[in-house]
């Protein structure tokens, strides 16, 4: 368990939600090279391997997950009512940047517990 939090501005976060996969990607402003630590089964954080500085998180099976639980693992505090209003949208795959919900294509292909998709 994380107990001191990074502070974070709300608007610097981007949240992307995967709906086929059920996968929420935070990450503070643009994404960019990282390492990844599992820091729960399925919850990850993404380091700058150049600055040590925590980029992101992804959080798998995001809808099943407990909120509050997840509220006390991650290292900055995330807005829920955001990334559930994403969760909840029709579109395979969106976006929240500046308060605005973007749909967006998969910029990557990847496979994730059996399944895969592409851009």
């Keep these: 368990m994380i107990v001191n939090k990074i502070r974070i501005p709300q608007d610097s976060l981007i949240y992307e939600y995967d709906k086929e996969n059920d996968i929420l990607d935070i990450f503070i402003e643009n994404k960019g090279p990282a390492v990844s630590d599992e820091l729960y089964y399925g919850v990850y954080s993404y380091i700058d391997p150049i600055t040590e500085t925590i980029i992101g998180v992804s959080i798998m099976n995001y809808t099943e997950r407990n909120k509050e639980y997840l509220r006390d693992i991650l290292p900055f505090d995330i807005n829920f009512n955001a990334a559930d209003q994403i969760a909840n949208v029709d579109d395979k795959i969106v976006k929240i940047v500046n308060k605005k919900v973007k749909k967006i294509k998969?910029?990557?292909?990847?496979?994730?517990?059996?399944?895969?998709?592409?851009a």
């Design 106 to 118: 998969p910029h990557r292909a990847f496979s994730f517990a059996g399944k895969s998709t592409s």
